[in-house]
Nanobody, 127 residues
């Protein structure tokens, strides 16, 4: 069973930093790509960053230069370092993984389809 559990969200002032973590299990992550998505109230879920099993990463234009995605394969953990946060970064952030069957919950980002999701962690940035 695939299990993705996010942590590290919280409230921060504009310009501040947060580091999100995602504990993962149930997949062969040596051959699976991972990603972070976010969803603000009333908006569609959007891709933020993705990383392939070889470490190649991609980012949404809105976060390039501010966010960094990384993974610790030994600890089966995915990270998202978020710096220079802005009020528009406020959203629920979701850890996602590729593989498995497509479903109505599937989302695309960076040429990849993500089918597995965590429960999310809230990030709130105040001005």
């Amino acid at each position: 069973q695939v299990n993705l559990v996010e942590s590290g969200g919280g409230s921060v002032q504009a310009g501040g930093s947060l580091r999100l973590s995602c504990a993962r299990s149930g997949l062969d992550y040596s051959s699976t790509y991972m990603g972070w998505f976010r969803q603000a109230p009333g908006k569609e879920r959007e891709g933020v960053a993705a990383i392939d099993s070889d470490g190649t990463s991609s980012y949404a234009d809105s976060v390039k230069g501010r966010f960094t995605i990384a993974q610790d394969n030994a600890k089966n953990t995915l990270f998202l370092q978020m710096n220079s946060l802005r009020p528009e970064d406020t959203a629920m952030y979701y850890c996602a993984a590729g593989g498995g069957p497509s479903s109505p919950k599937s989302r695309k980002f960076g040429g990849r389809v993500f089918n597995y999701w965590g429960q999310g962690t809230q990030v709130t940035v105040s001005s």
